[in-house]
């Protein structure tokens, strides 16, 4: 009696593999393909999800730091920081199942992440409140 021939060879689930064994799964004969994208939207979700913290943080700077200061409070701006950060993640969560279900959607998952992380930079470092402030018909005259 060979123990060695009762034991079956398990599969490792997603989080048991590392990082470029998991990008790599598309090559693994021993997966089925609803498994191989699932790996390969694992791996690509541990790429982002360091960058998401980042976005979670800018996102609370840029609500605080380029609006008005109210001394009643900040509720108002705090409520929609926490909006935008709700609706982020739950684009994640939607692009993930896109993802594995097709990985064409792959590039939806990147781009839920950059781009609120973009906008995020671009407001800290160029917004201009001056920019966006009502000219009076008066000053509009007086530039001319």
């Known amino acids: 009696f060979n123990v060695e021939q009762n034991k079956s060879k398990r599969v ?15 090559k693994n004969p021993d997966l089925t393909e609803k498994e191989q994208r699932k790996n390969i939207v694992e791996g690509n979700r ?31 701006i705090v409520s929609l920081e926490v909006l935008f ?10 692009v993930t199942n896109l ?17 609120p992380l973009v906008v995020c930079i671009y407001l800290l470092c160029f917004y201009n409140p001056l920019f966006f402030r009502h000219k009076s018909a008066k000053e509009l005259l007086n530039v001319a």
């Open 12 to 26: 490792k689930t997603a989080r048991e593999l590392g990082l470029i064994e998991l990008l790599n799964s598309g």
């Open 46 to 76: 541990r790429i982002l999800y360091p960058f998401y913290n980042l976005l979670a943080a800018l996102i609370a700077c840029v609500g605080l730091l380029i609006s008005n200061f109210n001394r009643r409070g900040q509720a108002k």
């Open 85 to 94: 950060m709700i609706l982020v993640m739950g684009g994640d969560l939607a």
């Open 99 to 115: 993802a594995g279900r097709s990985l064409y959607f792959l590039s939806l998952f990147y781009l839920n992440c950059v781009l």
